[in-house]
């Protein structure tokens, strides 16, 4: 079976430090993806950054960036330089290979701070 | 690009009530999913369409849950005999392509039964 735990139910950071949400995962597949994805509240989800587990170099998007460790199942979120406008649900989420449907862990709540 | 669309974006409806749901992907995305999120939860796969094809269900689809994508356009998503348990978000995400890309969320229909 295929799962994905997020232990941190929730999270909180000053404006302008540095936060890591932390993601397992576990599966038996050797083709699949990583995602984290954000909910803001009432508003749709949105992809934050995505990672393909065969690739060995860790992803980063602006002020995001994630710590890939596939041997350990480990997939951290790390935003540095947080916004207001970060606070969300973040959601670790994987894909598997060519069917692509996506099993979510069940969330961190960040919380950011003035 | 208008993005995911869903109506309506709240349905209330008592105990046995049938309801229906609509989602409007972006247009040239040939993949549709389906999945739903119950509060404090990530969401779960439901099932997911490659063009007009339903490729996968789920095993949380019972067979009070039908979902069709007749023109390879817009899916519906129907409950029969609705149950107190069927409450939740109802998301709606499309994709371009396999193998990792991207979905788009749309922002969901909430089902409350009564």
């Known amino acids: 079976a295929q799962t994905v735990t997020q232990s941190q139910p929730e999270m909180s950071v000053q404006e302008a430090e540095t936060v890591t949400l932390s993601c397992t995962y576990d599966t038996s597949e050797s083709d699949y993806y990583l995602f984290w994805y954000k909910q803001p509240p009432s508003r749709q989800m949105i992809l934050v950054i995505r990672q393909e587990a065969y690739k060995q170099q860790n992803a980063t998007e602006n002020r995001f960036s994630v710590n890939f460790q596939k041997a350990a199942k480990s997939f951290s979120l790390k935003i540095s330089d947080s916004q207001l406008g970060d606070a969300a649900m973040y959601f670790c989420a994987m894909g598997r290979g060519n069917t692509d449907k996506l099993i979510f862990g069940t969330g961190t709540r960040l919380q950011v701070f003035p | 690009d208008t993005g995911v669309s869903q109506n309506p974006r709240h349905k209330i409806t008592k105990r046995g009530q049938n309801v229906t749901f609509r989602c409007d992907p972006i247009s040239e995305h040939n993949r549709l999913y389906w999945y739903r999120q119950t509060l404090g939860q990530g969401p779960e796969f439901l099932t997911y369409f490659q063009n007009e094809a339903q490729l996968e269900k789920s095993r949380l689809l019972s067979d009070r849950f039908s979902a069709e994508r007749p023109k390879g356009s817009f899916s519906t998503l129907e409950i029969q005999r609705t149950e107190q348990g069927d409450s939740a978000m109802y998301l709606c995400?499309?994709?371009?392509?396999?193998?990792?890309?991207?979905?788009?969320f749309g922002p969901g229909t909430r089902l409350t039964v009564l």
């Open positions: 995400a499309s994709s371009l392509r396999s193998r990792g890309y991207e979905q788009f």
